[in-house]
């Protein structure tokens, strides 16, 4: 009996020890990295479509009628101001001016006859030999000679006019396009097409659109003071279509005073550089405008801010006593690869951007400064080890 007793009690002390067991330790709370809020001063920039168009742009045309007997440049060439273009048929015009050279001899024939004539009634007026009468009569023929000869003068000057016609020359200097009209082709000087068209490409203006609430918008800030701008011109940076960047700078020469009603935008003219002609007429390019500084903005990392059910933009911050908030902000554009908020955060506020996963507003958490520079080493480093291991590069773990 005392041989089965003894067992009994042996397990029964045990089961009463067992009972006794503590209970496993809480969990810490996670770590989470977190970037402090500060003010900066920030440029804004801008980034808008726009169209390439020439400096000057002139379309050559006829400003006398006839045949054009030769074309005197090769299209798509560089030509000089005044250069010849074309030369038309210049006979009858050549006839004129001779016509009218002959004119002018013969008027200034009459004149010559009625001076004299006034000149001689002059000294028989004085012995009363004629009446006075004849006498201004004759000094009347003798103006009336002197206007006719101004007239022809005046008949010759334009016809040599026409004669210089004859040649079409160049009106501004630039590129030359291809020609309409060709050897042998009538032309006159009311028709509206042009023979050619001339531009000058360097430099080059840009035209670029921008909406009008945009530039209202900008226009309140500067005057609020919020935003400030440099003096001098404008700096405008440009994009071509194939993505490149122009190596040259533009500057901003002036805004349209009108807004288009279709549209509702507004005109803006850069003007470029365009010593190698890499730009031409009609190219459709991106144009980078500086609106302005601001001198106290916020910028908060983007990978930070998320969106809630209501689309507004959301980041949670550490708290008081290390535990987590939300917050709704005001986040009208992105700077580069962060937010600029303009409400919804302060000075110092914690916005925690990695270890964010799962978490909920209330919930402790254990802050740690983030380092962007040593947080983008750590995959290199470790697709460094695993490479070194034998292991692919994605994966940067050794088995």
């Not at 000087?189 to 203006?205: K, V």
């Amino acid at each position: 009996m005392v041989k089965h007793v003894a067992p009994l009690i042996s397990l029964l002390f045990l089961a009463g020890c067992g009972g006794k067991e503590e209970a496993p330790p809480a969990p810490p709370p996670p770590q989470i990295g977190f970037v402090a809020v500060r003010q900066e001063p920030v440029t804004l920039t801008i980034e808008l479509p726009g169209r390439t168009s020439a400096y000057e742009t002139s379309e050559v045309r006829p400003q006398v009628n006839g045949l054009v007997t030769a074309r005197l440049f090769q299209e798509g060439d560089f030509v000089r101001a005044g250069q010849p273009l074309y030369r038309i048929d210049p006979s009858p015009y050549q006839a004129q001016v001779a016509s009218a050279r002959a004119a002018v001899a013969r008027a200034r024939a009459a004149i010559a006859s009625s001076k004299a004539l006034a000149r001689r009634y002059g000294e028989l007026v004085k012995i009363n030999a004629i009446s006075k009468q004849d006498f201004e009569n004759a000094t009347t023929s003798a103006q009336q000679a002197e206007a006719d000869v101004a007239a022809q003068q005046a008949a010759l000057r334009t016809a040599q006019i026409d004669l210089a016609r004859t040649t079409i020359r160049a009106p501004i200097a630039g590129r030359i396009g291809r020609s309409v009209f060709t050897t042998g082709a009538l032309v006159s000087a009311a028709q509206t097409d042009p023979l050619t068209t001339i531009q000058r490409i360097d430099p080059m203006y840009v035209d670029i659109q921008e909406s009008s609430a945009d530039l209202l918008r900008l226009r309140q800030q500067i005057m609020a003071g919020s935003l400030s701008r440099g003096g001098g011109a404008a700096r405008v940076r440009l994009k071509l279509e194939d993505g490149s960047t122009y190596p040259t700078e533009g500057t901003l020469k002036f805004a349209d005073v009108t807004v288009d009603p279709a549209t509702g935008t507004q005109s803006i003219r850069a003007l470029f550089g365009n010593p190698r002609g890499l730009l031409l007429p009609g190219m459709f390019v991106r144009a980078e405008l500086v609106e302005g500084t601001q001198a106290n903005a916020m910028l908060v990392p983007q990978r930070a801010v998320t969106r809630d059910e209501k689309g507004q933009p959301t980041a949670l911050v550490v708290g008081q006593g290390d535990k987590v908030e939300s917050r709704t902000l005001t986040a009208p554009r992105t700077i580069g690869a962060n937010w600029l908020v303009t409400a919804g955060l302060k000075v110092g506020d914690r916005v925690i951007v990695e270890g964010a996963q799962n978490l909920r507003p209330g919930t402790p958490v254990k802050p740690v400064v983030y380092d962007e520079k040593a947080a983008a080493k750590q995959p290199a480093q470790g697709a460094a080890q695993g490479a070194a291991q034998g292991q692919p590069a994605a994966n940067g773990q050794a088995k």
